[in-house]
């Protein structure tokens, strides 16, 4: 599940990840969600905020994506971020990594 740094997603989403806790598959154990910081810039305030806040939200915090023109890139050209060039892409492969990896873990399954 994406949450931007902003005080309104961060709050939208404490309130949604409970509700996603009491209801359906996830309440019943037969799937599981994992938290991903989505457009952020490093080094701000608000990163920091965001940050601490989905460290401690008691849903697995699996990494935070940068804000990059290369989703945009990507996105206009109709491929995947993975599909752009070595030299423009890898650091948003990087910071795909752990997403994947929790998607082939243990973790991740029902």
Known sequence: ????????????????????????KVSRREARIGIVGNRVRENTLIFEELD??????????????RDAQNYIRAWSRGIGIFELPEYLAWPDWEQWDPIIEWLHSRRSKP
């Open 1 to 24: 599940m994406p949450v931007l740094p902003s005080p309104i997603d961060m709050n939208a989403s404490k309130q949604f990840v409970q509700e996603l806790k009491d209801v359906g």
């Open 52 to 65: 601490d806040y989905l460290t401690h939200l008691r849903v697995p915090y699996l990494t935070a994506l």
